[in-house]
């Protein structure tokens, strides 16, 4: 009977893959940024490198205008434009700041997700150590009952062609046929038990109470006796 009881997905694969993926494109996006840093620092240092020659330069034509010619004039451009290159390389240095400031966020938000994540994973694994717990210690409450009332009930308990379903079928419920056979198939796929499909038709508010029952206090044998005294009352 151990074989048919329900079996619960945690997900933990896919959660586990999800976790894989996460962090190869983690480690993808660090290393691009640092090698886009890198490339950024390289080429503002030769801009910055090159600023310094043309100030010499200016400096020097502007001294050699001074001492050949006094104009004012071109002494004033040069030094406009030296401001203008000042500005520009400010900038650019405000812009690399911003950007490693982003980039500084990006890291602490994908950190904080994967804590997340290694969190979620570590909860469904307990959860599903105690899940199993519970499943065997309930294995082996359940075997002898269940033999027991298959033949107090005249039950037969069969699969129903899917993996999270089980057929309970009950003969000696129709006084005018002893052979006839009243089933019901039950889902086990969630902790919440649910009644899919019945023969005979029982009213639908007797069925959920009667499996509200089961989902509360967890007796199978009590359901199954349950369901066996619907089925005796519609055959009437």
Request: glycine share 4%.
């Amino acid at each position: 009977m151990a074989d048919t009881l329900p079996s619960i997905n945690f997900g933990f694969e896919e959660l586990r893959e999800r976790m894989a993926r996460f962090t190869h494109r983690f480690d993808d996006f660090i290393a691009e940024g640092r090698k886009r840093v890198l490339e950024e620092r390289n080429q503002f240092r030769m801009n910055v490198a090159e600023l310094h020659g043309k100030r010499l330069s200016v400096l020097y034509n502007v001294m050699s205008t001074q001492l050949i010619s006094g104009d004012i004039f071109a002494h004033a451009q040069n030094l406009a434009k030296e401001a203008a290159e000042t500005s520009e390389m400010h900038a650019a240095i405000a812009s690399i700041t911003s950007q490693r400031d982003v980039r500084t966020a990006q890291r602490d938000r994908l950190r904080s997700e994967i804590a997340s994540v290694q969190e979620t994973i570590s909860q469904r694994l307990d959860a599903q150590r105690q899940h199993a717990a519970y499943l065997d210690a309930q294995a082996r409450h359940n075997v002898p009952e269940l033999d027991f009332w298959q033949d107090y009930l005249c039950l037969k308990i069969d699969g129903a062609g899917m993996i999270d379903r089980l057929k309970f079928a009950f003969t000696h419920v129709d006084e005018r046929d002893w052979d006839r056979e009243a089933w019901f198939e039950l889902c086990t796929e969630s902790r919440d038990y649910e009644v899919i499909e019945m023969r005979p038709k029982i009213e639908k508010e007797k069925i959920d109470s009667c499996v509200e029952r089961l989902n509360e206090n967890r007796n199978l044998g009590m359901f199954l006796k349950g369901m066996r005294e619907l089925f005796v009352e519609v055959m009437k």
